[in-house]
């Protein structure tokens, strides 16, 4: 295989809610343009993975490095917000704001970007996102899958190099988790780095480049798709795949 550029090291991350260890020792490399999709039972870790890697929390031990360096939330954090975008199952947008301010928000505020510019870059974004014609729409006017797309525009507004997603479709209505992971897919082929956390076992096989299997607080197997899925190594990873496929 052809060695990547990596993006993302996290390097026995260790994270504990008081006397709960939640990420015992979490080993994962991330190839820049990769798309890695995290899988595991609820409470596994995944969530606590992802948000360590933004500092949403802050890690206990472990070290993560993005592009090699290692990232010190003390002094590191408002550039890897910027480097690292984030979509969560609940879209949090503005409700007062319309799409396209919304979208604008983030680079206007954070990084003082021109009016003008932002307000194109947000229109380019939404038509990337197939919802040119709602820029001036009020959330509470659109689908979920809708907000959810919004919420990935308004992600990558920022430009990050990195995109973070926490199960993205799992508060949506079935009809509506297609264009969502359609919109994500066409994110890869585009080259974004993606860790992306969700239970859509067909959209992991088609469009992750590896998946790993998290399981109390561990990595405990990582291999592409069709291998984790067809010949799981691992026994605890043959059992959930049993369970959910
Ligand atoms: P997953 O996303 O795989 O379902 P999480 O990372 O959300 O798992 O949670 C892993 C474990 O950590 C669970 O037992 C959960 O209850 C616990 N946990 C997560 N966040 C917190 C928190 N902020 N405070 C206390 N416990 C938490
Ligand atoms: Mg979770």
Redesign the pocket.
């Known amino acids: 295989m052809e060695k990547q550029r990596e993006m993302i090291r996290v390097q026995n991350l260790k994270k504990s809610?008081?006397k709960?260890e939640?990420l015992k020792d979490v080993t994962l490399q991330v190839g820049k343009g990769e798309v890695v999709v995290l899988i595991?039972a609820?409470?596994?870790?995944?969530?606590?993975?992802i948000r360590c890697i933004n500092f949403l929390e802050i890690k206990d031990g472990g070290e993560i490095y993005i592009e090699g360096k290692s990232i010190d939330p003390k002094k590191d954090l408002t550039k890897v917000r910027q480097k690292v975008g984030m979509v969560f199952q609940h879209f949090n947008l503005f409700p007062h704001k319309t799409v396209l301010e919304n979208i604008m928000e983030a680079p206007l505020i954070a990084k003082k970007a021109d009016k003008e510019e932002t307000k194109q870059e947000a229109l380019r974004l939404l038509q990337k996102v197939g919802l040119s014609e709602k820029a001036d729409a009020y959330p509470s006017s659109l689908s979920g899958g809708q907000k959810q797309r919004v919420a990935i525009a308004r992600s990558l507004a920022m430009k990050p190099e990195i995109m973070l997603f926490d199960e993205p479709t799992s508060a949506l209505d079935p009809e509506l988790v297609g264009e969502v992971l359609e919109t994500m897919k066409q994110l890869a082929q585009e080259g974004m780095t993606m860790i992306i956390?969700t239970h859509e076992m067909g959209f992991a096989k088609e469009v992750a480049d590896w998946v790993a299997f998290?399981n109390q607080g561990k990595i405990i197997e990582m291999a592409r798709p069709q291998e984790i899925f067809n010949n799981p190594k691992e026994e605890r990873t043959r059992e959930f795949l049993n369970r959910v496929l």
Do not use: I, R
Request: charge should be positive; charged fraction near 5%; aromatic fraction near 6%.
């Open positions: 809610f008081g709960v939640v595991g609820s409470g596994s870790g995944k969530s606590t993975l956390v998290m």
